[in-house]
């Protein structure tokens, strides 16, 4: 069989991350007819590169499979909308974006975020695969082109004038496949002293709080900062600025310049983050491969409190219908044995079935009905907003029960 190689720099992958068995795609729901099809399911194993340290997937299904009309709005979280518009706030101040300013997001879903720059009168562009998502960006005015982003639509849009003062992809770069091309296009795309910022998870959280549910198909690269710096320097982007989020249980957004740009400073963030990196060992490979055993543990501790509450006669649903929430149930093989049924807020999302393990997706209401014991929490990065949301589960004694980084319960 042929060995797949590091999206990055090409060497062979051979050192196991984590691997966590077959799984289907994380954000393909089912409908009840298609209940009784046949089932996709690929494999699901991250690798680290011995050679650049890039952890990653093997590509095994095709991106356009993926993403051409998939079900993920990102309009039906609070938490995120404000996010997005705390940002918008943030750089339009800090780098004096007006109306003659072009700001360009790629990924930009159904223009929750670029509605905040419009408001200001500032132009921009939208650029998403999704013709489903895009149409409803578009429906609110915000002009979207359908397509994947790469060196070649970058080509394509300054070869017609249009570059950008403000380039962002916010969770967009740990989905591309093609990882040198998309960097290649940001360069590209990017005016003489405009700024790209990237947000993505960062894989110092995702080890240190066992979030091993974030790894999923849609979901190719997990990145430190190290290897992030690596990877854009390659390319002749500096990155100058660094925030740590606490979006998505930890992320970065970084900023970066063209690196022949000199009228940016490297902010000390940057070096700060640099050596806390070294400090905890992510420069070596022995790091990366410690994780397996601790995922393998909160697994074993999972399933121990759903058969002891089963056992003891109690009723389970769950909350959300994010793609980490399928990565966890499948994983652990929990589906309707377990879980009676999960709610979601997103009507896309209501009357479907969770890939793989078949369990229902309803309406928040359905909570009320039927008054479950325990509320498994999956979007576990939004518990705070979920439990102030679902109170009234302790009018009948509910509890929530928050399955990472490893199994609590909140009575
Ligand atoms: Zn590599």
């Not at 790629?106 to 200001?120: E, R, V, W």
């Not at 960097?183 to 405009?194: A, D, E, S, Y």
Request: proline fraction near 5%.
């Amino acid at each position: 069989m042929k060995k797949s190689v590091c999206r990055f720099c090409g060497t062979p992958l051979e050192a196991t991350f984590l691997d966590l068995g077959m799984s289907p795609l994380a954000n393909s729901n089912l409908t009840e007819f298609q209940l009784n099809a046949v089932e996709m399911f690929f494999p699901l194993h991250a690798y680290v590169c011995h050679a650049c340290l890039l952890v990653q997937l093997e590509e095994c299904s095709s991106p356009d499979k993926i993403f051409s009309d998939y079900d993920y709005f990102s309009s039906f979280s609070d938490s995120w909308l404000q996010h997005a518009q705390q940002y918008a706030e943030q750089v339009i101040k800090r780098f004096d974006l007006n109306e003659n300013s072009q700001v360009i997001e790629i990924a930009s879903n159904d223009g929750y975020l670029l509605k905040n720059f419009c408001g200001q009168g500032i132009p921009v562009l939208g650029i998403e695969p999704a013709r489903n998502v895009a149409e409803v960006a578009r429906d609110k005015g915000i002009a979207t082109i359908v397509e994947f982003f790469g060196e070649k639509l970058a080509c394509d849009l300054t070869g017609k004038g249009t570059q950008a003062d403000l380039l962002i992809g916010n969770n967009v770069l740990a989905h591309v496949p093609a990882l040198n091309d998309f960097v290649r296009g940001l360069k590209v795309l990017l005016k003489p002293q405009g700024v790209i910022t990237m947000e993505f998870p960062h894989l110092m959280r995702l080890m240190a709080d066992n979030q091993f549910d974030t790894i999923y198909h849609e979901h190719f690269s997990y990145f430190s900062f190290c290897t992030v710096q690596k990877i854009f320097a390659n390319h002749g982007l500096n990155v100058f600025d660094v925030e740590e989020l606490s979006t998505h249980g930890g992320s970065l957004r970084i900023y970066c310049c063209h690196e022949q740009d000199s009228t940016k400073s490297i902010q000390p963030r940057v070096l700060e983050l640099q050596q806390r990196e070294e400090k905890e060992g992510f420069g070596q490979l022995e790091h990366y491969l410690s994780f397996s055993g601790r995922v393998a543990y909160a697994k074993r501790q999972l399933l121990l409190f759903l058969i002891s509450a089963k056992e003891a006669g109690k009723t389970i649903a769950a909350y959300g219908a994010p793609a980490k929430g399928n990565t966890l149930l499948n994983y652990c093989g929990i589906g309707t044995d377990f879980i009676d049924y999960t709610v979601d807020r997103s009507p896309h999302k209501q009357g479907k079935f969770l890939p793989g393990t078949h369990i229902p997706v309803h309406e928040p209401d359905a909570i009320k009905r039927t008054k479950p014991d325990y509320l498994l929490i999956l979007p576990w990065n939004l518990k705070d907003e979920v439990m102030k949301q679902m109170a009234f589960i302790r009018d009948w004694d509910g509890a929530f029960v928050v399955p990472i980084p490893e199994v609590m319960v909140y009575s």
